[in-house]
């Protein structure tokens, strides 16, 4: 194999600084990132390969590689994540119904102003409420409609889905209904900033963000 020098590539020394960069990082690490790595001499369909087989290395250990918004990562499986969490138990922070909703509809319906979350939620949202989440990192304001008064329109951000383990919205679970998601979604936990959260095999109509927990207030 040849890189774009036309030199030889040595695979295993690749895969190991490939490892070494990603098990240090606190941050996930895009392609452009790695690539520098390699002075730019390896083209990103090899170096996709290469992070290809070292998931496939990892695949039957407690850690393992992903592949999220913001770039490559490696983190905790979730079956490991809850003996971890003894070693530095948090109380999670709990978040109110209106937060959850207002959430939900941001993912869903996005980008939407605050006339439009009300819209569909049927009563007023405060700042309150989008302030929690934008200092959470989860949505930001992204622009002005062309509409009288120029309202904020707001959307989700990229940290918002690597908590969630995605690379795109499109990876949310399909929702006929926003309104079905907390029909159902009572009992559920926000886990803390620093956990992994998961999507797969959550029901249609409950809410996507594994572990929420609606506050009783």
């Avoid at 993912?107 to 605050?114: A, E, M």
Wanted: charged fraction near 30%.
């Amino acid at each position: 194999m040849l890189s774009k020098s036309s030199e030889p590539i040595d695979p295993d020394q690749v895969k190991r600084v490939l490892e070494a960069a990603l098990l240090t990082s606190q941050d996930p690490l895009p392609l452009s990132e790695l690539k520098r790595l390699f002075d730019d001499e390896l083209s990103t369909d090899i170096l996709r390969k290469f992070l290809e087989e070292l998931r496939e290395k990892w695949t039957k250990g407690g850690i393992e590689l992903v592949c999220v918004a913001s770039g490559w990562r490696f983190h905790a499986k979730l079956e490991i994540q809850e003996f971890l969490n003894k070693l530095n138990p948090q109380k999670p922070p709990r978040y109110s119904r209106a937060v959850l909703e207002t959430l939900a509809i941001i993912s869903y319906r996005q980008p939407v102003t605050r006339g439009d979350i009300e819209e569909i939620r049927g009563v007023s949202v405060s700042s309150p409420v989008l302030k929690v989440l934008e200092a959470r990192g989860w949505i930001e304001a992204i622009g002005h409609r062309d509409t009288p008064g120029r309202p904020i329109l707001y959307a989700t951000t990229k940290s918002f889905l690597n908590d969630l383990n995605l690379r795109s919205l499109d990876e949310l679970p399909p929702l006929e209904d926003p309104g079905l998601l907390f029909e159902q979604g009572k009992n559920m936990e926000l886990l803390p900033i620093t956990e992994q959260v998961s999507v797969s095999g959550i029901s249609e109509t409950l809410h996507p963000l594994q572990g929420l927990k609606e506050e009783t207030s």
